[in-house]
């Protein structure tokens, strides 16, 4: 439990839509193409296996100033099957892989986990803010652009838990 020194009728919804926002904002920013599709890269470790750099997405979570402790510790734990496994690849194996070779422990290399999606969307706004409470929960869309419209993604519409945490509003969880 919290400890609560925001008032939450004075909390902007405006404020909480920027807090639930900025993961995604962050994630379309960085995400890439290829094995980068996800925002965590894979590099040798000092044994020559294959090593998934959660460290570094880590810190990355953690510089946005949004995210909070448990929301990464979720993260730590989806990815820890993947890491596991390629910990026990060579890595001249790992730089020769073809195809969809490590789909199944590492499915995130392939797609954009956090947008559910091959494709990646030009934007993401909040849409709907509701006070649960203790807690916000902020639904999201994302929107292509193409001729200078807006597209509506219909297939994925993530609900973000925005909680009050020591006094900062942090992102709890992704549904």
């Not at 004075?10 to 890439?32: I, N, P, Q, R």
């Not at 510089?63 to 060579?90: W, Y």
């Not at 797609?111 to 494709?119: I, K, P």
Request: contains cysteine; hydrophobic residues 35%.
């Amino acid at each position: 439990m919290s400890n609560h020194f925001l008032d939450f009728k004075d909390v902007d919804s405006e404020e909480v839509k920027k807090v639930a926002t900025s993961f995604h904002e962050w994630y379309l920013k960085h995400a890439g193409s290829g094995y980068a599709s996800s925002v965590i890269k894979v590099d040798q470790s000092p044994e020559g296996t294959s090593q998934l750099n959660v460290a570094s997405y880590v810190n990355q979570l953690n510089n946005l100033g949004t995210i909070s402790q448990k929301f990464i510790e979720s993260e730590k734990q989806r990815l820890s099957s993947c890491s596991k496994h390629l910990s026990k690849i060579d890595w001249e194996e790992f730089q020769m892989a073809e195809g969809y070779e490590y789909e199944e422990k590492c499915g995130f290399f392939y797609h954009y986990y956090w947008l559910n999606s091959q494709e990646m969307p030009d934007t993401v706004k909040a849409v709907n803010v509701e006070e649960k409470g203790d807690y916000w929960i902020v639904c999201l869309n994302f929107f292509s652009v193409r001729n200078g419209e807006e597209w509506l993604w219909r297939s994925y519409q993530p609900k973000v838990k925005v909680e009050e945490i020591d006094g900062q509003l942090k992102i709890k969880g992704i549904q």
